[in-house]
């Protein structure tokens, strides 16, 4: 059974102070890493998918990368609106994807 | 191009009723899957269609349901709501069928279902 831990349950940042979440996996043959972004109240928005261990994917200040492992999305100078819960989720085969529980990030200005 | 849209956005219904949501996926895309998401369980995935076809199911009791239409809609029922069936129900869709290789899901902005 796929498994996704995501620490730290909540975040808090001070505008500008760069930091990192963490997405534990466990699976079977990885056919795929996502991460997400959810707004409160919103559904969750596609951010990244990283596919084998050494890939690398950027998007303004979010960085996200992959070992075979874990995964981590680098936050870069933040700012407030970055706050936001993010999600990690794994597919393994042709299953559909198990998420974890999530970070709630907070930066505060 | 138009995102995923789910309706109704909000409901409110009493124990014992029965509740039908709807979905209306990315144009092109074929794969839909339903969520549900709460603040003790996360995201628990509840089942997905491609072609009509019911392709997986997660571990929920029978009394949810669900259907795709042959224009990729779909839509998804349960039945004799209970009290825990109080949740933030989200529709994705993606372009292929998700085992055919890592295709990214898109989320609509989900159906907020309260039960008293």
């Known amino acids: 059974e796929d498994q996704v831990t995501q620490s730290p349950e909540a975040l808090r940042l001070q505008e500008g102070e760069s930091s990192s979440l963490n997405c534990s996996y466990t699976v079977s043959g990885l056919r795929g890493l996502f991460w997400y972004r959810q707004d409160p109240g919103k559904g969750p928005e596609f951010l990244f998918t990283l596919y084998s261990a050494g890939e690398e994917k950027e998007k303004e200040r979010l960085k996200a990368t992959l070992t075979k492992k874990e995964s981590f999305l680098h936050i870069t100078a933040p700012k407030p609106e970055d706050s936001a819960t993010y999600l990690c989720a794994v597919r393994s085969g042709y299953s559909t994807l198990t998420f974890g529980k999530g970070t709630m990030l907070r930066v505060s200005p | 191009k138009a995102g995923v849209t789910q309706t109704p956005r909000y409901l409110i219904k009493t124990r014992g009723q029965q509740v039908t949501l709807s979905c209306s996926p990315i144009s092109g895309h074929r794969s839909v899957s339903w969520y549900q998401q709460t603040p003790g369980q996360g995201l628990q995935f509840l089942f997905e269609?491609?072609?009509?076809?019911?392709?997986n199911k997660g571990n929920f009791p029978g009394r949810f349901s669900g259907r795709q239409f042959s224009n990729s809609r779909s839509e998804m029922n349960v039945s004799t709501l209970e009290l825990g069936d109080s949740a933030l129900y989200l529709c994705?869709?993606?372009?292929?069928?998700?085992?055919?290789?890592?295709?990214?899901?898109?989320f609509g902005p989900g159906t907020r279902l309260t039960v008293l």
């Open positions: 269609y491609f072609s009509e076809t019911q392709r």
């Open positions: 994705a869709s993606s372009l292929v069928k998700t085992g055919g290789g890592g295709s990214e899901q898109f």
